[in-house]
């Protein structure tokens, strides 16, 4: 049972990562683009947590952790720089 939901969520994230990186290449803005890359970003995060509890390893649960955070890092830094102000303090 719990197989089938995993498969079932791969498809989805897989499907929705695909249609996220054509909108962070041809996005229109540099908002979309960026909304796009944080968007990936997760999207890898959640499919790395179902691969985390389809083997039963908990190390690459971890290593999602670190890209989540990588992605509030980059929301940070884009929404300082979109709002003018200097970049890193």
């Given at each position: 049972m719990i197989e089938t939901a995993i498969y079932v969520l791969f498809a989805v994230y897989g499907l929705?990562?695909?249609l996220y990186f054509?909108?962070?290449f041809r996005g229109p803005t540099v908002v979309d683009s960026i909304l796009?890359?944080?968007c990936v970003s997760l999207d890898v995060a959640l499919i790395a947590l179902l691969?985390?509890?389809y083997?039963?390893?908990s190390f690459l649960a971890v290593g999602a952790l670190f890209l989540?955070?990588?992605a509030f890092i980059l929301d940070v830094f884009?929404?300082?720089y979109l709002t003018r102000e200097e970049v890193g303090t």
């Open positions: 929705s990562g695909v054509i909108r962070l796009a890359a944080d691969l985390s509890i083997y039963k390893n989540v955070l990588w884009a929404a300082k």
